[in-house]
């Protein structure tokens, strides 16, 4: 039997990362054969603004990925990361079907259908992404495991929705599939990079991975292995590149290359640019402590915060991150095996993808929770389709 090849395209403002992996068989973690790697055009944190710009730079990373795998690509799973993802909450509930009062699986998805149903008056020109149930109750009584199988006059179910615009996600698929490349899915980027950056324990005990990206920056909190929050913050590591070139008078390319430190000069103070850059950090992890605040975790992370993204791997980004969140921090790392073609913690989304790709609904991991409640944007994009 033939391998499986699965794609992941991660169209990011500053890059646009192609991995390519190979699936030997079922049960067995995907193999990076190949990767393509180009620099984003078109778009403006993290949306799409200029499809042709946008479509060469893609196009650009799936020849690089194709030569390097030695296949062709056809279709992809693709993320999505704009400043228009949000997410809400909701609550649905409903009487069980059968005579015994049981819960069944249809009962379950008629529960989330319920939920969803409630908040769609409220997100006009929005569609969702994941529908993601967090707590489901019996009778009022808070179910610990699985909600099949018990019997009660009444279901409900506490519910956290991801959204994106329609505009964004729609102009996302377009551009892809004007190129060849059916899009099999479209998922947030942050959920795909959490497939790969957090560990099992870390998820089980409650964490927060934090992507600092180019102009955008990123939240996942997980609890109880389960993703309860996603946010996307209209800040990033650029807004770091522009005080330094501000705050010490040089040109934005050696700003980059100071931040980056490819560049020492003795014509700037080195106590000057860990204020410069540790003020911007401050204000990036306080705009995460408030969401935080806003769901009632500050604080109370046990796994603390894991850092990625390019603006992660500024100097003193994890200690600003400890100070300010009031949370254990440190760098995240991507280990996906020895073989594979990826060694930079940029590739998660990419490789999130891969791994979302070759992943089982029934699997009891974050990725089985997630995808066995997605709800796939292709259904409701097939309508503007000729």
């Known amino acids: 039997m033939a391998d499986h090849i699965i794609t992941g395209i991660d169209v990011g403002t500053y890059h646009v990362k192609v991995a390519i992996a190979r699936l030997p068989k079922k049960g067995s973690k995907p193999e990076i054969i190949g990767t393509g790697l180009a620099e984003s055009r078109g778009l403006r944190n993290g949306y799409i603004v200029n499809e042709a710009e946008a479509a060469r730079s893609v196009k650009s990373a799936i020849i690089q990925a194709e030569k390097s795998a030695g296949v062709s690509v056809k279709r992809a799973h693709v993320a999505i990361g704009s400043i228009g993802i949000e997410e809400m909450y909701s609550h649905g509930e409903i009487i069980p079907t059968r005579a015994d009062s049981e819960v069944t699986t249809t009962d379950l998805e008629k529960v989330m259908q319920d939920s969803e149903e409630r908040i769609m008056d409220h997100i006009p020109n929005r569609r969702v992404l994941h529908s993601i149930p967090l707590r489901y109750l019996v009778d009022g009584t ?91 913050l209209p800040i990033g590591s650029s807004d770091i590149t522009n005080d330094i070139a501000l705050g010490l008078r040089i040109p934005l390319e050696d700003a980059e290359k100071i931040k980056r430190g490819n560049m020492i000069s003795a014509r700037y103070s080195k106590k000057r640019l860990d204020e410069i850059i540790e003020q911007r950090l401050k204000t990036i992890f306080t705009q995460v402590d408030e969401h935080l605040k806003n769901i009632k975790r500050d604080g109370l992370l046990p796994a603390g915060a894991i850092l990625t993204g390019g603006g992660s791997n500024v100097h003193s980004s994890v200690d600003t991150a400890k100070y300010t969140l009031d949370l254990p921090a440190r760098l995240a790392t991507l280990e996906i095996g020895k073989k594979t073609k990826i060694r930079e913690a940029s590739w998660a989304v990419a490789y999130g993808l891969c791994m979302w790709g070759a992943s089982d609904t029934e699997e009891v991991s974050t990725i089985g929770v997630v995808k066995r409640t997605h709800r796939s944007v292709l259904s409701w994009f097939s309508q503007f389709l000729p």
Do not use: W
Request: glycine share 6%; aromatic share 4%.
């Open 142 to 232: 808070e179910v610990l495991g699985q909600a099949e199988g018990l019997k009660g006059t009444k279901l409900e179910v506490d519910s956290l929705f991801i959204t994106t615009l329609e505009q964004h996600v729609q102009i996302l698929i377009t551009t892809i599939e004007k190129l060849g490349i059916y899009v099999e899915d479209v998922i947030a980027a942050p959920l795909a990079a959490s497939f790969v950056m957090l560990s099992k324990a870390q998820k089980r005990a409650g964490c927060l991975l934090v992507n600092i990206g180019a102009e955008t920056t990123s939240i996942v909190v997980f609890e109880d292995t389960t993703p309860i929050s996603l946010k996307i």
